[in-house]
Structures are given as structure tokens and as C-alpha cells.
């Protein structure tokens, strides 16, 4: 069975860097969960379904072609034959997303997809609730954190925000937003998965945290 790395963690903490760097050290293919969630979402939004007609949603979702494949050792897709591109990264897709990952039919369908990527190779994979949820037997699991003004600082850096004409301070209120309703829904909340290891990264350089990780699961493997 191919290993899984599982990286968990609030929004903007650093896992998404840090994945892809664990990924590419150890030769495993990159999977970023929350991709899917917002390509649901954005599809959702083109559609022009209400992201709150939980139904509609649903009725959507069984008949939507959604193909995984890789490309550069990471996983991506195409919704009804569309890559959404780096429109999944705006605003509009950050303020619906939580809402459509709250329910659990969407949840169930995309844990399917994320499941089936462990045929692909060995996969890292970044999230809300891969150690807890979607590969809860994984012996290698790890929970990012960083503070709130960092991590909205971090995501301000990060060019669709500014392109957005959004402020560090509107974006720290939608990261807030979201972490609020991430961590209070009853479906698999963001929450530390029993025996991961927690890194703080407010005060940590990535590649600090990358090579951390990486020794921990190389050490990990070779005491099994
Ligand atoms: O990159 P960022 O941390 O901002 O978020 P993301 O990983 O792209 O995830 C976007 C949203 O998808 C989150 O706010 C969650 O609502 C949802 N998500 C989830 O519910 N479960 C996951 N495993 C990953 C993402």
C-alpha cells in the first residue's frame, strides 16, 4: 500500500509550500485536498446554483465529470472537462467554499476522489482532515499552525489577493471567517488529528519546517 503523508492545518499556515516541498523529497506526488473543494465550489458558482440550495448542490454534484490526473508529480483535474485555473484562488470561490464543504454529501464524493489518488504512488496530501478523516490509519501526520495576523499576512503576499485590490485587514476578517466555520461544522471539523505532530510555523522559515517533517517521517520508517 502506497504511504501517505498527511499534512493538516487552518488556512494560509504554510501547508500548501510545505507540502510540495515534503512531497518532492521524498519522491511522492503532491495532492492539495482543498483544490477539489474549491473546484466543486467554482463550478458550483458558474453554475449558478445557490451555494446555500444544499439540494441543488447535490443534484449537481451526481452528474458532474470530475477527472483526475497528473501532471509534475502533483494531482490536478478537470471539472466537466474544464480546468478551473487560478480562478478556485479568488474571493468569490474563498467566501462560498466552507459553506459547500459543510455538507456531507460533498464530503463523501470528494473523499472518494481524494482516496483514489493513493493508487497514483506514494502522496502527500494537505488539508482539513486527512489524519482524522480520510486517511486516519496513516502513521505519518502532521498539523500546521501559525498565528492569525502571519497567516493573513502570508496569504496578502500572495498575488490574487493584492490583484484583488484586498487589504491585509479584509483578508485576515475572510480567514477568520472561514476558520470559524472550518472548525465549528459537525461534518469532520478542522481539529488536531490524534497523534499528529503540531509545528507552529509563525516563527519558522519553510524549509526549516520542510526538512523537520521530512526527517521525522524518514525516522518514522525506518523504525517500523
Ligand atoms: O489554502 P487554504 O488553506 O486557504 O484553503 P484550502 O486548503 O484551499 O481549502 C479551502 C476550503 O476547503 C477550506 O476553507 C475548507 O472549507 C475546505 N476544505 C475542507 O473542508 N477539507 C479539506 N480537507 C480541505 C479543504
Do not use: C
Amino acid at each position: 500500500m502506497n504511504t501517505v503523508v498527511a499534512i493538516d492545518g487552518p488556512a494560509a499556515s504554510g501547508k500548501s509550500t510545505v507540502a510540495r516541498g515534503v512531497a518532492q523529497a521524498l519522491k511522492s506526488i503532491y495532492v492539495d485536498s482543498g483544490s477539489f473543494y474549491r473546484g466543486v465550489t467554482w463550478w458550483v458558482l458558474r453554475a449558478g446554483i445557490p451555494a446555500g440550495d444544499r439540494a441543488a448542490v447535490i443534484r449537481g454534484l451526481a452528474g458532474l465529470r470530475f477527472e483526475k490526473y497528473l501532471s509534475e508529480q502533483a494531482v490536478r483535474y478537470r471539472v466537466d472537462g474544464e480546468d478551473p485555473g487560478t480562478a478556485i484562488r479568488g474571493e468569490a470561490v474563498a467566501e462560498r467554499v466552507s459553506e459547500i464543504a459543510a455538507m456531507p454529501e460533498v464530503r463523501n464524493q470528494v473523499n472518494r476522489w481524494l482516496r483514489e489518488t493513493r493508487e497514483l504512488g506514494p502522496i502527500v496530501m494537505e488539508g482539513r482532515d486527512i489524519g482524522s478523516v480520510v486517511f486516519p490509519d496513516t502513521p505519518y501526520k502532521f498539523y500546521l499552525d501559525a498565528d492569525p495576523a502571519e497567516r493573513a499576512r502570508r496569504r496578502h503576499a500572495e498575488s490574487i489577493a493584492r490583484e484583488e485590490g484586498r487589504d491585509v485587514a479584509q483578508v485576515l476578517e475572510s480567514l477568520r471567517r472561514r476558520d470559524t466555520r472550518d472548525s465549528g461544522r459537525a461534518e469532520a471539523p478542522l481539529k488536531v488529528a490524534p497523534g499528529a505532530q503540531v509545528i507552529d510555523t509563525t516563527h519558522r522559515a519553510i524549509d526549516e519546517v520542510i526538512q523537520a517533517i521530512v526527517t521525522q517521517v524518514v525516522s518514522w520508517t525506518a523504525s517500523r
